[in-house]
């Protein structure tokens, strides 16, 4: 058995995930968001999709993006 490295639970179905350099223990996916899904820049949301990125941040919508100072993110593809 196993123990989730974000709530603790031992299971004996846990899986692992593997990004750049961090690994992480999950029972669930929704444990493995709040684990290692990115953060939205501006307002801290858990970024499941795509996100809207510039060179150096990541943020969850063009409408937070926009809020940040990045005037020209859109959701569209025009």
Same mark, same amino acid.
């Given at each position: 058995?196993?123990? %989730?490295?974000?709530? *603790? ?8 995930? $593997?990004?750049?350099?961090?690994? @992480? =223990?999950? !029972?669930?996916?929704? %444990?493995?968001?709040? *684990? ?8 801290? $949301?858990?970024?499941?999709?795509? @996100? =809207?990125? !510039? ?24």
């Amino acid at each position: 058995m196993a123990t %989730c490295d974000v709530c *603790g639970n031992e299971y004996d179905k846990v899986f692992e995930i $593997t990004h750049q350099n961090s690994t @992480g =223990v999950f !029972d669930s996916f929704e %444990c493995a968001i709040a *684990g290692m899904a990115p953060q939205c820049a501006h307002c801290g $949301t858990k970024i499941i999709g795509h @996100g =809207v990125e !510039d060179a150096e941040q990541i943020y969850c919508c063009a409408n937070c993006a926009r809020k940040a100072g990045q005037s020209q993110a859109t959701d569209r593809v025009s």
